[in-house]
């Protein structure tokens, strides 16, 4: 990955004000000004309820290069375990996709799940990775390979998608998913609550009642 002519990894509005962090995850995190947590091993890079970045714990030496190995385009960056060459891979979104209902658009947090999820599968990632916090790549302690310019800039998702078959990944509305992980949880749990809604709303309107009572 070069070098040169490179973006900011970490413009500041990409990232929370106030990111959790940490140094020893066994002393667990908090959240800190952005000038103190870029300096911590560990960091919070995707604001709440926000995705600007899917992130990828990869368990196995070499995990730096997965992305070429599967044929997936260039990540942001991979941050690198110095002492077993494990790593945390990171794709920027050009634009971000609300994870929270409010407002939301569900078709599109459908589509990042499952391009999410393609890529992990593809990648030999973590299932219980959560991406809450990830390696900090701007810390000396790990091993830092910086994608190119326009990897680092974003892709937007039909992009990402070009390099996965999405259907076997597809949460949809009514699928039975008790495996569902990262974003995939996010899609579950509005289809089985808006489910329940529609059914008993539904129910209440046979029954000639009104929510008022």
Not at 39 to 57: A, E, K, S
Not at 173 to 181: D, M, P, T
């Amino acid at each position: 990955m070069s070098q040169l002519y490179q973006p900011d990894l970490f413009l500041q509005e990409r990232i929370p004000r106030k990111p959790y962090c940490t140094d020893d995850l066994s002393y667990g995190i908090r959240p800190r000004s952005y000038k103190t947590a870029i300096t911590r091993r560990y960091i919070q890079v995707n604001p709440p309820h926000l995705r600007t970045f899917l992130l990828f714990d990869l368990d196995y030496a070499g995990a730096a290069l997965a992305w070429e190995d599967n044929n997936l385009p260039m990540p942001a960056w991979a941050a690198i375990n110095r002492e077993n060459t494990h790593a945390h891979l990171a794709y920027a979104l050009s634009a971000p996709v609300l994870t929270a209902d409010f407002g939301g658009r569900q078709a599109a947090l459908r589509y990042l799940a499952a391009i999410e999820a393609a890529y992990r599968a593809k990648l030999g990632g973590d299932d219980g990775f959560s991406g809450l916090i990830t390696k900090n790549p701007m810390h000396p302690h790990w091993e830092l390979l910086r994608g190119v310019p326009d990897a680092v800039r974003g892709y937007d998702l039909p992009y990402l998608a070009d390099f996965v078959d999405l259907e076997r990944f597809k949460p949809y509305v009514g699928r039975s998913n008790v495996e569902a992980v990262g974003l995939g949880r996010n899609c579950t749990v509005f289809n089985v609550v808006s489910r329940w809604a529609y059914e008993n709303v539904l129910e209440y309107k046979q029954q000639g009642l009104t929510l008022a009572g």
